[in-house]
DNA sequence: TCTGGGGTCCTAGGACCC
DNA sequence: TCTGGGGTCCTAGGACCC
């Protein structure tokens, strides 16, 4: 049996937790630059605030029904995150880490439905009193049944929901439309409408290979899943990444070449230092620019770049030459850029990358200033020390103009509490 | 005026190998 | 006139997830 658990409102329940006038209004939670919500409070979906949806197309909503509009405070979600996690053992070993606001859950061995109940309003109890998040939690056989039944749980009054192992669930997989089903998006949803498939029962009951044909053995599998046989199973060991990306839009509107250099130096660096976290090396780099495609009246340009390094490697100042070497290839004056991004490609652990017999680079003299450049920023926060490249200028940071306190992770971010 | 950021997987088609 | 069979690797594009 698995369960899923799903923090509610994950972004917007973290803002409540530590600032209680939030609860009951309306609020949100918006993306990087201030851009779209990304969180909503139950109040907000209730105003027609759409998920994703770009803010400055609601300001009368806002206005009106004074939402409040908060900035993204990753530090903090990432850390009550951890928080909620590290709770699940008590109930399973076997637990999956799935985003920063879901997990996986396995339960061996036969229960009834109504043991199996206790345990997911037991998870929903202890997580609330202890960490103050609400969640809900769906089970099933299977991770696509179990995700079916936690967005089923969202509607119900108890917050869980069981899809019980020896049972159809025809009822229950009814009143789940076909685009809420876990692997269905935006496109195969619309497919599906349109041949007579609009609820998960319906998909479910599909014809095999008519749904293999289109939507790949992918769609395969979440109509078995649905049927309860398992196809995708549990990553108790998640696989290291592949590729590592940081990017990010700016402020304004950029012009300069310095200024967009700056810029790409900057997330470069904090790339490699995600990169050397994870015990990981690159063997090439991928460096891409953007301009806004929403102006319409503005030319256009998206250029990307990639290169190989000739060793697999972490290192800042090694990556940072050939990321700016690629850069200088791609930059056209002339367009007003709106972000940039570097991609690092190709990626193997650090103990097991291939060595390069006429290496030039003092790599062991590299690693331990890495080490203690790692070490600094860790204690005094992660842009204490840095390359100059990407500290220069300042105009171009992203905004942020409504953000919280780090309340959990640093010494001036405690709350405080007067009388 | 203002539109996020970070990932994964699958397939088709072409190049190339013996 | 008749033109094999089996395989790998790479890339672009499209779908999905949060």
């Known amino acids: 049996m698995f369960a899923l658990v799903d923090c509610n409102n994950f972004y917007v329940s973290c803002e409540r937790r530590f600032n209680p006038k939030l609860k009951g209004r309306p609020v949100v939670v918006l993306s990087n630059n201030d851009g779209c919500a990304v969180s909503r409070s139950n109040e907000a979906k209730a105003l027609g605030i759409e998920m994703a949806a770009p803010i400055f197309k609601f300001k009368d909503i806002v206005k009106k029904h004074g939402v409040v509009c908060l900035s993204s405070n990753y530090a903090l979600y990432g ?9 699940f053992e008590r109930w399973t070993p076997d637990v999956e880490v799935y985003s920063i606001d879901e997990a996986f859950l396995r339960f061996n061995g036969k229960r009834s439905e109504s043991g199996l109940e206790q345990i997911a309003k037991e998870i929903r109890s202890t997580v609330l009193q202890w960490t103050g998040i609400p969640v809900s939690v769906g089970m099933g056989i299977t991770k696509t049944l179990a995700k079916a039944g936690s967005k089923l749980a969202k509607k119900s009054e108890s917050g869980v929901m069981v899809l019980a192992p020896d049972k159809e669930n025809a009822s229950h997989l009814e009143s789940l439309k076909v685009e809420d089903v876990w692997g269905i998006g935006r496109q195969y949803a619309r497919w599906l409408n ?9 998909f479910r009951n599909a014809d095999e290979q008519f749904i293999r044909q289109k939507m790949t053995v992918v769609g395969h599998r979440t109509l078995l899943e649905l049927r309860g046989i398992e196809c995708i199973t549990m990553e108790l060991n998640p696989p290291n990444k592949k590729t590592l990306c940081h990017a990010r839009s700016f402020g304004r509107l950029l012009e300069s070449k310095d200024e967009v250099r700056e810029s790409l130096a900057l997330y470069t660096e904090l790339a490699a230092a995600k990169l050397r976290g994870e015990c990981l090396v690159a063997q090439s780099v991928c460096v891409f620019l953007e301009t806004n495609p929403f102006r319409t009246q503005d030319p256009q340009y998206r250029p990307s770049k990639t290169v190989e390094f000739p060793v697999p490697t ?8 050939y990321a700016l070497a690629a850069f200088d290839l791609i930059f056209r004056p002339g367009y007003k850029y709106k972000k940039a991004g570097i991609l690092l490609l190709e990626l193997v652990p650090e103990d097991q990358a291939q060595a390069e017999l006429f290496d ?3 790599r062991d003299q590299a690693n331990r200033l890495m080490t203690a450049m790692d070490g600094i920023n860790k204690k005094h926060g992660r842009e204490t020390l840095g390359f100059s490249a990407g500290r220069i200028r300042d105009g171009w940071q992203p905004k942020f103009e409504n953000r919280t306190a780090n309340y959990t992770t640093s010494w001036n971010g405690l709350l405080v509490v007067s009388s």
């Open 79 to 87: 850390d009550i995150s951890r928080r909620i996690m590290s709770l």
């Open 194 to 202: 349109n041949h007579g498939i609009h609820t998960a029962i319906d």
């Open 314 to 321: 972490n290192i800042t100042p090694e990556i940072l030459k």
């Open 360 to 362: 030039n680079v003092n």
